[in-house]
C-alpha cells in the first residue's frame, strides 16, 4: 500500500541538525517515506543557507513559523537541551510528533509532563540515544541476561568531555553553516559531559541491565573557562562526576563524565561476573560479531547512511517514522527510558551536594 510521505521540521541548523538530520535526509532514499519539509534557526541566514543546500521544503528564522507551517508532520529538535521542554510543549501543542536529540530535556520532571501530555493529544515521542538499536548490545543483553558471566557482579561505563565540540569541523569555517559556536555545552543548565557524552553510556547501561534504584555521586566544576576562536568563555556546567548506581540483586556499576581521559573500550559498558566479563563488544577475549550484513548502528543504517556521520541519530529518527506509518511499530528509543537516565544524571548531582545516596522514582521497559 502506497503511503504519503511524512514532513519533518528540522529545529535547529547547527552542529547535529546538520549532520544527523539534514545530510542523512537530503538523500532519495527514504524519501518514499520521510522528506525534508522545513528547517528553522534563529541565526540570521542559517536556516536559508542549509534549506538552499539541502532541499528543505521550507525555512524560517523562528519556530514558532516551523509549527504553524502545514508539510510538517513532525519535529527533530536539534537545540540546546535547555530549550527542549519548552519546544516539545509549543510540538505538542501543535500536534507535531517528535524527535528529542539527547538528552530529552534537563530535568526528569519536564520529560515526564511532556510524556503525559503527549499520550493526552496522541502526538508520538522518541528521545536519543536509541542505544539498544545496536544489534551488538542487543547480543550483551542476551548473554547476560541467559547467565553467559554467571553471577553478574559490576559494570563500568562513561565518557570525557576533552576538546571534542570545538574541534568539530563545522565550527572551524567563516560561513553560517560552518561557524556554530559551541559554547552552550560548557553552561548550565543541559551542559557538561553527562548531559552530552555519558548520556549514551547510560542508556545502554540501563538498556542492558534494566532501571537502577539507587545513585551516589560526587560531582564538581573543574575548568572555569574554554576558548573557541580567540574568544574566551565561562564554563559552570559539572564537568568532572563520578557515580555509584545500585541495580538491585547485589549489582553495583561505576558511571563517569569528566572533562579529560577515559577508559580504554570507550563509552560502551563492560561487565564482570563469575564466568568471565564483557569489555566492550568483546566476550572473555573472542569479538562479538554481528551477522554478515547487519550494521553496528541498526536496520536503518543501510546504503549511504551506514559511512556518514550520526548515523546512530538517524536510526532513532527513523524509528519515529516507522511507528508515525504503524501504530503498532515498537521504537526502541522511548521517552521513559530517556527520563530514567536524565533522573540518575540529576541524582548523582544532587547526591554529591547533599552527601546522601538517592533513591530513584522512574522506571521503564526494556524493548
Same mark, same amino acid.
Given at each position: 500500500?502506497?503511503?504519503?510521505?511524512?514532513?519533518?521540521?528540522?529545529?535547529?541548523?547547527?552542529?547535529?541538525?546538520?549532520?544527523?538530520?539534514?545530510?542523512?535526509?537530503?538523500?532519495?532514499?527514504?524519501?518514499?517515506?520521510?522528506?525534508?519539509?522545513?528547517?528553522?534557526?534563529? $541565526?540570521?541566514?542559517?536556516?536559508?543557507?542549509?534549506?538552499?543546500?539541502?532541499?528543505?521544503?521550507?525555512?524560517?528564522?523562528?519556530?514558532?513559523?516551523?509549527?504553524?507551517?502545514?508539510?510538517?508532520?513532525?519535529?527533530?529538535?536539534?537545540?540546546?537541551?535547555?530549550?527542549?521542554?519548552?519546544?516539545?510543549?509549543? &510540538?505538542?501543542?501543535?500536534? !507535531?510528533?517528535?524527535?528529542?536529540? %539527547?538528552?530529552?530535556?534537563?530535568?526528569?520532571?519536564?520529560?515526564?509532563?511532556?510524556?503525559? !501530555?503527549?499520550?493526552?493529544?496522541?502526538?508520538?515521542?522518541?528521545?536519543?540515544?536509541?542505544?539498544?538499536?545496536?544489534?551488538?548490545?542487543?547480543?550483551?543483553?542476551?548473554?547476560?541476561?541467559?547467565?553467559?558471566?554467571?553471577?553478574?557482579?559490576?559494570?563500568?561505563?562513561?565518557?570525557?568531555?576533552?576538546?571534542?565540540?570545538?574541534?568539530?569541523?563545522?565550527?572551524?569555517? @567563516?560561513? $553560517?553553516?560552518?561557524?556554530?559556536?559551541?559554547?552552550?555545552?560548557?553552561? %548550565?543548565?543541559?551542559?557538561?559531559?553527562?548531559?552530552?557524552?555519558?548520556?549514551?553510556?547510560?542508556?545502554?547501561?540501563?538498556?542492558?541491565?534494566?532501571?537502577?534504584?539507587?545513585?551516589?555521586?560526587?560531582?564538581?566544576?573543574?575548568? !572555569?573557562?574554554?576558548?573557541? %576562536?580567540?574568544?574566551?568563555?565561562?564554563?559552570?556546567?559539572?564537568?568532572?562526576?563520578?557515580?555509584?548506581?545500585?541495580?538491585?540483586?547485589?549489582?553495583?556499576?561505576?558511571?563517569?563524565?569528566?572533562?579529560?581521559?577515559?577508559?580504554?573500550?570507550?563509552?560502551?559498558?563492560?561487565?564482570?561476573?563469575?564466568?568471565?566479563?564483557?569489555?566492550?563488544?568483546?566476550?572473555?577475549?573472542?569479538?562479538?560479531?554481528?551477522?554478515?550484513?547487519?550494521?553496528?548502528?541498526?536496520?536503518?543504517?543501510?546504503?549511504?547512511?551506514?559511512?556518514?556521520?550520526?548515523?546512530?541519530?538517524?536510526?532513532?529518527?527513523?524509528?519515529?517514522?516507522?511507528?508515525?506509518?504503524?501504530?503498532?511499530?515498537?521504537?526502541?528509543?522511548? &521517552?521513559?527510558?530517556?527520563?530514567?537516565?536524565?533522573?540518575?544524571?540529576?541524582?548523582?548531582?544532587? @547526591?554529591?551536594?547533599?552527601?546522601?545516596?538517592?533513591?530513584?522514582?522512574?522506571?521503564?521497559?526494556?524493548?
Amino acid at each position: 500500500m502506497s503511503r504519503k510521505p511524512l514532513g519533518m521540521g528540522v529545529v535547529g541548523a547547527g552542529s547535529i541538525g546538520i549532520r544527523a538530520a539534514l545530510q542523512h535526509f537530503s538523500y532519495p532514499d527514504v524519501h518514499d517515506r520521510v522528506i525534508l519539509a522545513s528547517v528553522c534557526d534563529p $541565526v540570521p541566514g542559517r536556516a536559508e543557507a542549509a534549506a538552499s543546500k539541502y532541499g528543505v521544503g521550507t525555512h524560517h528564522e523562528s519556530y514558532e513559523a516551523l509549527l504553524e507551517d502545514p508539510t510538517v508532520d513532525f519535529v527533530t529538535i536539534c537545540s540546546p537541551i535547555s530549550l527542549h521542554y519548552e519546544q516539545g510543549l509549543m &510540538a505538542i501543542n501543535a500536534g !507535531k510528533h517528535i524527535h528529542f536529540n %539527547k538528552t530529552m530535556t534537563v530535568t526528569a520532571a519536564e520529560s515526564l509532563d511532556l510524556i503525559e !501530555k503527549a499520550k493526552k493529544v496522541g502526538v508520538k515521542i522518541v528521545a536519543s540515544p536509541g542505544q539498544l538499536t545496536k544489534p551488538g548490545l542487543r547480543e550483551v543483553r542476551r548473554r547476560i541476561q541467559e547467565g553467559e558471566l554467571g553471577q553478574l557482579a559490576w559494570a563500568v561505563t562513561g565518557a570525557a568531555f576533552g576538546s571534542y565540540h570545538e574541534q568539530e569541523g563545522l565550527r572551524q569555517g @567563516s560561513d $553560517v553553516l560552518t561557524n556554530i559556536n559551541p559554547a552552550w555545552y560548557w553552561r %548550565k543548565p543541559g551542559g557538561g559531559p553527562l548531559y552530552d557524552m555519558t548520556v549514551y553510556g547510560l542508556h545502554s547501561l540501563t538498556g542492558i541491565l534494566g532501571a537502577a534504584k539507587r545513585v551516589t555521586g560526587m560531582s564538581a566544576n573543574a575548568v !572555569k573557562e574554554r576558548e573557541f %576562536k580567540g574568544e574566551v568563555y565561562k564554563c559552570d556546567a559539572e564537568d568532572n562526576t563520578l557515580m555509584v548506581l545500585d541495580f538491585g540483586n547485589n549489582v553495583f556499576s561505576f558511571v563517569y563524565g569528566t572533562f579529560t581521559g577515559g577508559l580504554a573500550e570507550g563509552w560502551g559498558p563492560s561487565f564482570f561476573g563469575t564466568k568471565g566479563k564483557i569489555i566492550g563488544q568483546t566476550h572473555n577475549g573472542e569479538a562479538i560479531a554481528l551477522p554478515e550484513g547487519v550494521h553496528e548502528m541498526g536496520p536503518h543504517c543501510t546504503g549511504v547512511h551506514a559511512s556518514m556521520e550520526e548515523n546512530h541519530v538517524f536510526e532513532d529518527m527513523m524509528q519515529l517514522v516507522d511507528w508515525i506509518h504503524d501504530d503498532n511499530a515498537t521504537p526502541i528509543a522511548t &521517552a521513559e527510558h530517556a527520563a530514567h537516565v536524565i533522573e540518575i544524571i540529576e541524582a548523582g548531582i544532587r @547526591s554529591s551536594e547533599l552527601g546522601v545516596v538517592q533513591n530513584l522514582t522512574t522506571t521503564f521497559e526494556q524493548v
